[in-house]
C-alpha cells in the first residue's frame, strides 16, 4: 500500500475509504511543515486529488499562506482577477471566498493579493478563524489545511482547530538540525502533541545515510511513511503537473 493510500485509510478509519466516523470526528487535517520547503502543500494537492478520485466526499483545501499562497495554482488553471474577496472578508456565506478547482468536489478557500499591511489589520485574528472553520465544518467532509510557517493568527489558529495535524518532513540537514526546534515552537503556540505527532518523510534519499527516523524518533514523531526523491516527482513538480497517480 502507497503512502497516499496509507494516509487515506488512515483518515477514514478503514482501507475502503467509505465515510467513516472517525473521518467525521477528524475531519480537519492540517499538514505542517518542520522547516519551510518540506513539501507540505505537495501533499495536501495530492490527498486532494486522491480524495477527489476515490470518494464523493466535499473537500475544501483551507491554504493559511498569508502572503505567498500556494494551493490555487497547484489546483486550478483559471487566474485570479485579484478582486475577488477571500476569506478575511468572509461575512457568512461561503459562495463568495470558496472556489472551485480542476477537480470534482474539490473546493479552495485562500487569502489572496495580501500584503504585510493585512497581516498586521484587525482581521489576522482567532475569531476571523473561529468563524470560517465552523462554516467549513458545517458544508464540507473533509477540510486538508496546508498550514504556513507564517506567525499570524490565521496560521496558528488553524492549527489549534486542527484534528489531526501530520508534520512533514524530509532529509535535508536544516530540518534534522531544526525537528525538536520546530516542535517546541508548535506547543508553546497552543498545539497539543499528541494529536501532532505522525510524520511523513518526503523527499526520502536511500543512497544517503543520515540517522533520520532515528532522529524523527527521538523527537517523539511516529513515521507513518516515506515518500522517494525522484527527478519525474521533482519535474512534475516544477512545472505543476499533479503527482498522484
Not at 490565521?154 to 484534528?163: E, G, L, P, Q, T
Given at each position: 500500500m ?26 480537519v ?30 473537500i475544501c ?17 483559471s ?21 472551485n478547482?480542476?477537480y ?8 489572496e ?23 467549513l ?6 477540510i ?11 496560521s ?7 484534528n ?10 536544516k530540518?534534522?538540525y ?12 497552543g498545539?497539543p ?15 544517503v545515510?543520515?540517522?533520520v ?7 517523539g514523531?511516529?513515521?507513518v511513511?516515506?515518500?522517494?526523491f ?16
Amino acid at each position: 500500500m502507497g503512502l497516499l493510500s496509507k494516509i487515506l485509510s488512515t483518515m477514514s478509519g478503514n482501507n475502503d475509504l467509505k465515510v467513516s466516523e472517525q473521518l467525521l470526528f477528524d475531519k480537519v487535517i492540517g499538514f505542517r511543515n518542520i522547516v519551510p520547503g518540506c513539501g507540505a502543500s505537495t501533499i495536501v494537492q495530492n490527498i486532494a486529488i486522491a480524495l477527489s478520485e476515490k470518494t464523493k466526499f466535499n473537500i475544501c483545501v483551507l491554504d493559511t499562506n498569508f502572503l505567498y499562497p500556494v494551493q490555487y495554482p497547484l489546483l486550478s488553471s483559471s487566474e485570479l482577477n485579484g478582486k475577488d474577496p477571500d476569506f478575511l472578508d468572509f461575512s457568512g456565506d461561503l459562495s463568495k471566498v470558496v472556489r472551485n478547482t480542476t477537480y470534482q468536489n474539490v473546493y479552495i478557500a485562500q487569502l489572496e493579493h495580501r500584503t504585510v499591511v493585512d497581516m498586521l489589520s484587525g482581521k489576522d485574528t482567532e475569531s476571523t478563524i473561529t468563524k470560517f472553520m465552523a462554516n467549513l465544518k458545517s458544508y464540507f467532509d473533509v477540510i486538508l489545511v496546508d498550514l504556513s510557517s507564517e506567525m499570524t493568527n490565521i496560521s496558528i489558529h488553524s492549527a489549534i482547530k486542527c484534528n489531526r495535524i501530520y508534520q512533514v518532513a524530509d532529509t535535508s540537514l536544516k530540518c534534522l538540525y531544526y525537528i525538536k526546534k520546530s516542535l517546541n515552537t508548535m506547543v508553546t503556540l497552543g498545539v497539543p502533541m499528541a494529536k501532532a505527532n505522525k510524520v511523513i518523510l518526503n523527499k526520502e534519499l536511500d543512497d544517503v545515510v543520515l540517522g533520520v527516523e532515528t532522529a524523527l524518533k527521538d523527537a517523539g514523531l511516529t513515521l507513518v511513511g516515506t515518500i522517494p526523491f525522484s527527478m519525474d516527482i521533482a519535474v512534475a513538480c516544477a512545472s505543476g503537473k499533479r503527482i498522484y497517480g
